[in-house]
Each structure stands twice: as C-alpha cells, then as structure tokens.
C-alpha cells in the first residue's frame, strides 16, 4: 500500500483533530505543515511530529513530496487555497463550505478538472459508518417513504467580534459554519428541495446566530432545520417515515448511536468509534489517490454543487450578503 504524504494548510483548531486522526490512520503520513506563522508552523510540526513546517502556504503547495494537502483555512480562503494547491499539482481535501459561493466552487471544480487532480470537500459526515448506514437503511425501501425530516446543529459560542464565527469578512455566521450540517444531512437523504423558506436572527455582527430553514418537497415531504452559535439544541436528526423512524444521536453529524423503530420494533445500533472521526474521510481520500481516481463517488462535485447552491438560496432568504 502506498504511502500517502499529507499536507496540512492552515493550522488552526479544526487542524489539530484532524491531524490526531490523521497519525491513526495506516498508509497515511504527516509530512508538511503551513501557516503564515514559521514560528506556529515548527510548533504544529513538533507537536505531530511532521517532517517539514512553513511559514508561507505557497512553499508548501510547491513542496514536490507531498500528496495530498487538506485546506483547514477560514472559509473566505477556501477556494484561493484550493486553486493554489490544485495548480501545483497536489490532490485537495478541503473543509466544509467548500467555498463561500457557488461561482467559487464552480472555480475550483474547473481548476481541478483542468491540472487532473482530485478534489474533495471535506464535509466527513458522508464518510461515516453510521451516515451510511442510515443510508442503506433508507434505500433498501423498507421504512416507505419518508414523511418529515427535522436536524438541528446550535451551540453556544463565546461572543469575540474578531473571531472567526463572529467576523463577517471572515465567513462568519452559523448558516456556513454549523447550518451546512443538517442542510447537507437533508439533501442527502432527500435531495433537492421544491421551495425552501427560511429566516434568521442577526447578532451585533451582522452574521447570522440562528437560522430556521424549512425544505419542501413534491412529495409532500417536508425537513425542518434550525442552526446556531448563541443558543444550544442537542443536536440531532430525526428521519419519520411510513413504516417506521430513524434517529441519530447527538451529535448527529459524527454520532456513534443510531436508533431505528421498523414496524415497531426498536432497535439500538452501535458503531462505536475511536476516533473523532476524520479517519473516515482520510482513508477514503488516500484510497482515492492510489486509485487515480479525480473525485469521489461518496462526496461527489454535484453533491458540493447542491449544498454550496441551496446555501446561497438560503442566503438570500435571510438577507446576509458577504
């Protein structure tokens, strides 16, 4: 098995879960790390015992040795952090939103697509054992047709004007940082919606603190969403159906707990993680690579395509404009 040389690009909070999963996961390596900080950089180095540290992002998207490199900057620099990797020929995983817009992830697609690499956004979730086997579960047509979905992703966060979830030059707001969870959980399982209604509570800011977004479907179907950094919900996804419900623990998007009532008959389901949870992810990237293979079949670019778009029409529902 090839050994998949990771790279890591911007060092943040998010960065330091994701590289603790990244050191359990065979065939995969730590190899560079990149902030605007040499100093920040040698101590994620140290910390994880990467082999090589920078101080600019270019230097390491130049860096001829490594693979793979995830994006884990703030979300106004997605897509510029992406295109500099891609043009340098490395394989992107890049967190959730992929980009602030849906013009931006039509760039990045575009530019993956132009040097041959592969590219994926890292919304995890949809590499879960327990996402997929709701998945599964709804598929095999056994619970009949789905009547109502309701997910909520709220906590409460601690107000600093110049941080990243409450600075709007930098993305800030629950609708990209948390809401894009159970919209994603929604779209999913149910596909795009026919109207979409939704409105939101604006903090001191200007981003938005909490969100409810409701999804309609032809069918009848209906998913109710609710997203927020100052208020906390536990957190959950609840799928009623024809036949039966299926229920995600909190918090649902990384859950090891799934409970489905089938005709009813309840029945508890462990998946039992080690792990937070981006191994999921990483392993199915790196196995991506060694397959040469330019986009996933899990996390598809229609699938980033439809979040990122019906991100937007949310967007212009509550009036926040970037």
Partial sequence: MKTIRWGILGLGKIAHSFTKDLLTVPGSQLYGVASRSQ???????????????YGSYEALAKDPEIDIIYIATPHVRHCQDSILCM???????????????????????????ENNVLLMEALWTRMMPHFNFVLDELHSGKYGKIEKMASDFCFEAEFKPEGRLWDKKLGGGALLDVGIY??????????????????AKMGKTDVDIENDITFTYNDGAKAFIKAGIAIKTPTTATIICENGLIYLHPRFHNTDKVTTILEGVKTEH?????????????????????????????????????????????????????
């Avoid at 100093?39 to 540290?53: G, L, N, P, Q, V």
């Avoid at 330019?294 to 967007?315: N, W």
């Fill in 270 to 322: 462990d998946f039992d993680y080690k792990s937070k949870g981006y191994n999921f992810e990483i392993m199915h990237m790196a196995d991506l690579l060694r397959e040469g293979k330019k986009e996933s079949g899990l996390m598809t670019h229609d699938l980033s395509r439809l979040i990122i778009d019906t991100l937007d029409k949310v967007r212009e529902k509550i009036d926040l404009v970037y």
């Fill in 87 to 113: 043009t340098n020929g490395k394989a992107v995983l890049c967190e959730k939103p992929f980009a602030m817009n849906a013009e931006e992830v039509e760039k990045m697609i575009a530019c993956a697509k």
């Fill in 182 to 199: 159970p919209i994603f959980c929604v779209l999913a399982i149910l596909g795009k919606p026919e109207t979409i209604s939704a409105k």
């Fill in 39 to 53: 100093e920040k950089a040698e101590d994620f180095k140290t910390e994880y015992k990467a082999e090589k540290a």
